[in-house]
């Protein structure tokens, strides 16, 4: 089966997932129509397994394509794939956001030392395969050593993207009519130190917002409890614009895991972080990483972990057994049986599980605006899951009520009136200017103000 235009395999993070757009637009202008591009992780042995299963798999299909393995796997270990038969080219984590990288001229295997890379090369991606949000790169590795952590050598020391670079890349996607971006990197509170005047993460978030009026919700991928600077609680306090979302990178809620994990925070940390900004903002959600089974963790210590996601109202759970990574200190500690740490990561799971209910039941019969994914699906401010009683467009955003659970779903029909309405005066209020109502533009003229009108 010949393959038109290059073909993304994307495996890990928000990172891997802006990385690959812009991959995609080197290899279309490098000529390589035909590459299938595996972008891997390196987070997890399961990752690996995936990202080499994928490639097998890809070649059987696609016996004539040029077959390019990237990503944080392919920059810790490029043996392991320059020696697979079905690989034709190994790019590292820094070769391949450099254009010149994928020109057929090029060796077949460019992985240079990713620890000697200084600054963060910057893109401007014009849209995603996703459009009802876009991920933007503001950071790029980490200058930290958790314990149980590969990703600093996959990507890196720290470093920032001038905001200049950002403020065009939110301005393009917006003039894309994109309603949504999230700042992504790998350690996104490290933003700044290493750009001149160290902008800190709140500085850049106010001065983005200050600089492109018009974009209307702007999330971020994530946030080490205890790095958030001073500009930054001021704008979650303050500013409408930013979600009240938050992914925590908590890894674990027992203060002597934590201490061997080499994290920066303590339970109570956590627990004063997220009554403060629930504070500021009643309706926010939260969401956390969290590994179960790191080594020597007790069933008590666990229990701590598991009390903290009720103490501190945790709803998105991601959860990851725990999984040792050679070459680093965790992988040499005791270990917890692997069958342990399967049964308290599915634990965590039906907690998680828990937890949302919990959270859908608050939000029954309420009045939310919320952005149009795929299938029906739409997302609330605060990240909340609705499902439409109707198909509306990717990316635009919608006045709902939300109805009832069914199937652990919880449903909601759109509001046709005022929306327009709503968003202009939002906007007059934010601006001082009148609004530009953003689907007004697109609505079909002298169209009914049903369905059609508002894309659904
Ligand atoms: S902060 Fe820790 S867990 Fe996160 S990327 Fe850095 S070393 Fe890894």
């Keep these: 089966m010949a393959v038109s235009s290059p073909q993304l395999i994307t495996f890990g993070c928000r990172l891997n997932t802006y990385e690959s757009e812009v991959m995609r637009g080197h290899a279309q202008a490098a000529g390589l129509g035909d590459a299938i591009i595996v972008n891997t992780c390196a987070v997890t042995k399961e990752a690996e397994k995936q990202a080499r299963a994928a490639i097998r798999r890809a070649r059987r299909e696609n016996p004539q394509a040029r077959i390019i393995v990237t990503g944080c796997s392919a920059q810790i270990n490029p043996g392991q794939y320059t020696a697979m038969p079905e690989v034709d080219r190994v790019l590292g984590n820094d070769e391949k956001l450099k254009a010149e990288a994928w020109l057929p001229s090029q060796p077949e295997s460019i992985v240079n030392d990713i620890m000697a890379v200084k600054e963060t090369a910057h893109h401007l991606v014009q849209g995603f395969e996703d459009r009802s949000r876009a991920f933007i790169q503001v950071q790029n590795g980490c200058d930290h050593r958790c314990t149980f952590c590969i990703i600093p050598y996959g990507r890196g020391p720290s470093r920032s993207v001038p905001i200049g670079a950002i403020v065009d890349q939110v301005r393009a996607l917006v003039g894309a009519a994109y309603n949504e971006v999230v700042f992504t990197g790998v350690d996104v509170t490290s ?266």
Aim: charged content about 30%; overall charge positive.
């Design 191 to 456: 933003y700044g130190p290493d750009l001149p005047g160290q902008p800190s993460l709140g500085q850049m978030i106010r001065r983005v917002l200050a600089l492109v009026p018009d974009l209307p919700r702007l999330r971020l991928s994530s946030l080490d409890p205890v790095e958030i600077d001073d500009d930054l609680w001021r704008l979650i306090a303050e500013e409408p614009r930013l979600m009240p979302h938050f992914h925590l990178s908590l890894q674990a809620g027992d203060n002597m895991i934590l201490k061997r994990m080499k994290r920066r925070h303590s339970r109570e940390d956590v627990l004063n972080v997220c009554t403060r900004i629930r504070a500021y903002r009643p309706d926010v959600a939260f969401g956390a990483d969290i590994i179960a089974g790191f080594p020597t963790e007790s069933d008590a210590m666990f229990e701590n972990t598991y009390n903290l996601v009720k103490e501190a109202d945790l709803t998105f759970l991601h959860v990851f057994p725990y999984s040792e990574r050679e070459g680093t200190p965790a992988a040499r500690m005791p270990q917890v049986a692997p069958p342990i740490r399967k049964e308290r990561a599915a634990r965590l799971r039906a907690l998680g599980t828990k937890q949302m209910r919990k959270f859908q039941e608050r939000y029954c019969g309420r009045e939310l605006l919320v952005l149009a994914e795929r299938d029906g699906l739409a997302r609330a401010e605060n990240f909340l899951p609705v499902h439409l009683d109707q198909t509306a467009s990717e990316g635009r955003l919608i006045r709902v009520r939300t109805l009832d659970i069914q199937d652990s779903k919880l449903r909601a029909t759109a509001l046709m009136e005022d929306h327009y309405g709503i968003l202009a005066q939002e906007e007059q209020s934010r601006t001082g200017r009148a609004g530009r109502a953003r689907s007004q533009a697109d609505a079909p003229q002298g169209g009914t103000r049903a369905g059609a009108a508002y894309g659904i």
